[in-house]
C-alpha cells in the first residue's frame, strides 16, 4: 500500500518560531509537493522538488523554505511563523497517473 | 488569475439522485486532468482522471467527462451516497500525472439521506 507520511496531524506554534513539517513517501517517486489549504481558496501549491537537492518554486513560496536531502524525504520550512501561514498543509507525491497525498498537517500560529 | 475554476461552493442532492460537479480551466496546455474528494481535516484522495486524448472514462459510480472544446470536465456521481458527502476537488496538469497539479477552489457535496 502506498504511503505519504507527514510527520504531525496538528501542531500549534509560536509567532516568530521556526517551524518544521517533514514528509516522507515509500513509492521511489522522483516528484515531490507541498501545498497548503484554505477554506475558499483550494489547494496551492508553496514548492516542489523534482529529484534530491532540487527545488522550485510554487505559488506562494513567501516566508517558506523547503529541502530534500534523500529522495524519499520532503520537508517544508517556516523560517518565521506568522499568524497568516495558520492552514492545512499537505504534501504530496505523484506516480504518472495521481498524486498521492498525505493526511495532512493542521498548523495554527497564535 | 484562476486556471481552474469550480463555481459552485456546494451543491446538495438526495441520496440515490444523480450529482454533477462542475468545471473550467482556463489553460489550453492542461491535458491530465483529476478528480479528488477530501473529508475535514483528512488528505485529498484521487477518485479519477482523464487524459485530454478522452472524453469521458468511467470508474464504477463515477463517470468524468471532458469537452476540450468547451475547456469544461463534469464529474458524475451515479447513484449518490451519504458517504459521498465531502469536499470535490478538480485538479489539472500540463504534463500527465507526475506534474505540479493545479486546483480548484472545491464544491462541498452534501447528500441527504
Known amino acids: 500500500d502506498v504511503k505519504v507520511t507527514q510527520s504531525s496531524r496538528y501542531l500549534v506554534k509560536r509567532t516568530g518560531e521556526k517551524v518544521f513539517l517533514e514528509c516522507v513517501q515509500d513509492?521511489?517517486?522522483?516528484?515531490m509537493f507541498w501545498y497548503r489549504q484554505d477554506p475558499g481558496l483550494g489547494l496551492r501549491l508553496i514548492y516542489f522538488?523534482?529529484?534530491?537537492?532540487?527545488?522550485e518554486k510554487g505559488d506562494i513560496p513567501e516566508g517558506y523554505s523547503v529541502s530534500r536531502e534523500k529522495k524519499e524525504r520532503f520537508s517544508l520550512i517556516l523560517e518565521s511563523a506568522s499568524t497568516n501561514q495558520t492552514s492545512m498543509y499537505l504534501c504530496?507525491?505523484?506516480?504518472?497517473?495521481?498524486?498521492?497525498f498525505g493526511q495532512g498537517t493542521r498548523l495554527t500560529v497564535v | 488569475d484562476q486556471q481552474v475554476k469550480q463555481n459552485s461552493p456546494s451543491l446538495s442532492v438526495q441520496e440515490g439522485r444523480i450529482s454533477i460537479l462542475n468545471c473550467d480551466y482556463t489553460?489550453?496546455?492542461?491535458?491530465?486532468f483529476l478528480w479528488y474528494k477530501k473529508y475535514p481535516a483528512e488528505g485529498p484522495t484521487f477518485l479519477i482522471s482523464?487524459?485530454?486524448?478522452?472524453d469521458k472514462n468511467e470508474d464504477g459510480r463515477f463517470t468524468v467527462f471532458l469537452n476540450k472544446s468547451a475547456k469544461h470536465l463534469s464529474l458524475h456521481i451515479v447513484p449518490s451516497q451519504p458517504g459521498d458527502s465531502a469536499v470535490y476537488f478538480c485538479?489539472?496538469?500540463?504534463?500527465?500525472?507526475?506534474?505540479?497539479?493545479?486546483f480548484g477552489k472545491g464544491t462541498k457535496l452534501t447528500v441527504n439521506p
Open positions: 504530496a507525491s505523484p506516480s504518472n497517473t495521481e498524486a498521492f
Open positions: 513509492m521511489d517517486h522522483e516528484n
Open positions: 522538488s523534482y529529484d534530491v537537492k532540487m527545488k
Open positions: 489553460n489550453s496546455m492542461f491535458d491530465y
Open positions: 482523464i487524459s485530454s486524448i478522452k
Open positions: 485538479a489539472a496538469s500540463e504534463r500527465g500525472g507526475s506534474e505540479k497539479l493545479v
